[in-house]
Nanobody, 115 residues
Framework: QVQFVESGGGLVQPGESLRLSCAAS????????MAWYRQAPGKQRELVAV???????TYVNSVKGRFTISRDNVKNTVYLQMNSLKPEDTAVYYC?????????WGQGTQVTVSS
C-alpha cells in the first residue's frame, strides 16, 4: 500500500509564494514519476507538474515559470514551490504517481489565493 500526505497549503495574497510538501510512504519503489495535481471548485482535477526519479520535470502551461517541482528520493518527499500565485491557482492540491493511481489519492492541501 502507498500513502501520500500533502501539506503546506494556506491563504495567501496574489503574488505571494507557498511551498507544498508531499510525504510518501509504503511500496513507493514501484513509482517512477511523481506529480502534483489540483482541483478547483466546480472543475475536474488537473495535472500541474511531473518529476521523474532522475529529476526531469514537465509543467502545465499555466504554471510554467512560476512553479517548480522537485523531489528528495532519500526522504521520499516531493515538493512544489509556487511563486507569483494568482487567484486562478486556488484549488486543493494533491500528489500522486504519474500516471495517477486512483487508490492512492490523499486528502490534499488547500491553497487559496485572494486579496
Amino acid at each position: 500500500q502507498v500513502q501520500f500526505v500533502e501539506s503546506g497549503g494556506g491563504l495567501v495574497q496574489p503574488g505571494e509564494s507557498l511551498r507544498l510538501s508531499c510525504a510518501a510512504s509504503g511500496n513507493i519503489f514501484r513509482i517512477n514519476a511523481m506529480a502534483w495535481y489540483r482541483q478547483a471548485p466546480g472543475k475536474q482535477r488537473e495535472l500541474v507538474a511531473v518529476v521523474t526519479k532522475g529529476g526531469s520535470t514537465t509543467y502545465v502551461n499555466s504554471v510554467k515559470g512560476r512553479f517548480t517541482i522537485s523531489r528528495d528520493n532519500v526522504k521520499n518527499t516531493v515538493y512544489l514551490q509556487m511563486n507569483s500565485l494568482k487567484p486562478e491557482d486556488t484549488a486543493v492540491y494533491y500528489c500522486n504517481g504519474f500516471p495517477k493511481i486512483d487508490a492512492y489519492w490523499g486528502q490534499g492541501t488547500q491553497v487559496t489565493v485572494s486579496s
